[in-house]
């Protein structure tokens, strides 16, 4: 029963923290540069595009080979 409510926390809070950690990089280098915001968020936006992506990509050529081995994209939980 515990182990079933971590797993799901665990799930419920595993998009925003992708989030979080795909826009580290485009902000801080916004900070540290002084450049406008805007586009890191127009980065973060691409960045989350293609972990999504990448996601979907690996999980159909494992399924494809028979594996249940889970490929997760660029951040890898």
Known sequence: MKNEKLTALFETI???LRIIV???????VAYLT?????WAG?????LI???KYLHEL????ETKK????KLIGIIPF
């Not at 795909?22 to 801080?28: K, M, Q, V």
């Not at 002084?34 to 805007?38: G, N």
């Not at 028979?66 to 081995?69: A, M, Q, R, V, Y």
Request: net charge negative; proline share 6%.
């Open 34 to 38: 002084e450049m406008d915001y805007e």
């Open 66 to 69: 028979g594996k249940n081995k």
């Open 49 to 51: 595009f293609l972990d």
């Open 22 to 28: 795909l826009a580290l990089i485009p902000f801080s």
């Open 14 to 16: 595993k998009l925003p």
């Open 42 to 46: 127009i980065v973060t936006s691409i």
């Open 58 to 61: 690996w999980a159909v050529q």
